[in-house]
């Protein structure tokens, strides 16, 4: 069975520029969260979609943005990049969010800002 | 409010030594989960457990073991004769509470690096 699978694993952008994330989850997993993990901050939730809709949102700045597709699969954009967007951006999948059933996490994809 | 903390920000420790990672959790709600995540140099966050807010029976999974403490609100990690593809950072995580918009989200805490030397 084939994990959550999030590409690119490695991204250099510079500042300004916008950018694509993409998450496939685990197959038949409907539940796809998005979280931004820095150094500082450590792990923070940005959103989470069920079914196509996003069922939550964390405290990030209009520019972020995400949105899932009939597959389940989804993508995560951040429009004019700032230097501290760099993070490692984790991508999560689980049966059914609201069940308390762990995440299975993806690699990540980790961006850099220039 | 809900708050996870992870005090211990790197411990390091030689193998085949005993450690304990500490959470301590902050929530109003009755109902509750909590989860234990590894996240090795590969960047990926591992799954490790879940455990429920009504279920305080400590758990034990090879050289894992798991206390759960509402008394105290803690819900800690040890393991056993450590070895060093245990070296990874580990999360504590706390989900609860139905926001406004009827769901859920996951706090995690700071995490704790833990180094095990051969």
């Known amino acids: 069975k084939a994990g959550v699978t999030q590409t690119p694993r490695y991204l250099i952008k510079t500042r300004g520029q916008q950018v694509t994330l993409s998450c496939s989850p685990i197959s038949g997993h409907r539940s796809v969260s998005w979280y931004q993990q820095t150094p500082g901050q450590g792990l923070q939730f940005l959103f989470e979609?069920?079914?196509?809709?996003?069922?939550n949102k964390g405290n990030f700045p209009g520019r972020f943005s995400g949105r899932q597709f009939s597959n389940s699969r989804s993508e995560m954009n951040v429009s004019t990049l700032e230097l501290g967007d760099s993070a490692l951006y984790l991508c999560a999948s689980s049966l059914e969010g609201r069940q308390g059933r762990g995440y299975t996490f993806g690699s990540g994809t980790r961006l850099t800002v220039v | 409010a809900q708050k996870v903390t992870q005090a211990q920000t790197e411990i390091s420790v030689v193998e085949k030594e005993d450690v304990t990672l500490d959470c301590v959790y902050e929530t109003r709600d009755t109902t509750y989960y909590l989860f234990w995540y590894k996240q090795p140099p590969s960047g990926e966050l591992v799954f490790l457990i879940r455990?429920?807010?009504?279920?305080?029976q400590n758990e034990i999974s090879g050289r894992y073991s798991w206390n759960f403490q509402k008394s105290t609100s803690s819900f800690n990690f040890t393991i056993t004769a450590s070895q060093v593809v245990d070296s990874a950072v580990y999360f504590c995580a706390l989900r609860a509470t139905r926001n406004t918009s009827g769901t859920y989200k996951y706090i995690f805490g700071t995490g704790t690096r833990l180094k095990v030397l051969a």
């Open positions: 455990r429920n807010s009504f279920d305080e």
């Open positions: 979609y069920f079914s196509e809709t996003q069922r």
